[in-house]
Nanobody, 125 residues
Framework: QVQVVESGGGLVQAGGSLRLSCAAS????????MGWFRQAPGKEREFVAG????????YSSDSVKGRFTISRDNAKNTVSLQMNSLKPEDTAVYYC??????????????????WGRGTQVTVSS
């Protein structure tokens, strides 16, 4: 099992940038696919971006493609989400997720067993 903790959320104006980080503890982090999800009030949790175990493959939702970039550093047991050109509709609690999976990115909520507690991102207009 791996435990994950998110950081880096905050309040930013529309058009601004934030970088979220997810620190993982536990062994064999490099064998885990990692993902970022978000949940706005009254809405279901949705996929944002995912990255494969070695980091060579990423996948992003259409709503963030071209604006958000996911990356990982297996030497430091971290995964990051660089968010640029933020919009008010990006406001949500952002969650990091991990799943033991030697393969490509996982894009569904059900595909992950390990979740952080989330970090709030608020984008003002």
């Amino acid at each position: 099992q791996v435990q994950v903790v998110e950081s880096g959320g905050g309040l930013v104006q529309a058009g601004g940038s934030l970088r979220l980080s997810c620190a993982a503890s536990g062994h064999r982090f490099s064998n885990y696919a990692m993902g970022w999800f978000r949940q706005a009030p009254g809405k279901e949790r949705e996929f944002v971006a995912g990255i494969s175990w070695r980091g060579e493959t990423t996948y992003s939702s259409d709503s963030v493609k071209g604006r958000f970039t996911i990356s990982r550093d297996n030497a430091k047991n971290t995964v990051s989400l660089q968010m640029n050109s933020l919009k008010p509709e990006d406001t949500a609690v952002y969650y990091c997720a991990a799943q033991l999976h030697i393969g490509g990115p996982i894009v569904t909520v059900a595909g992950y067993d390990n979740w952080g507690r989330g970090t709030q991102v608020t984008v003002s207009s």
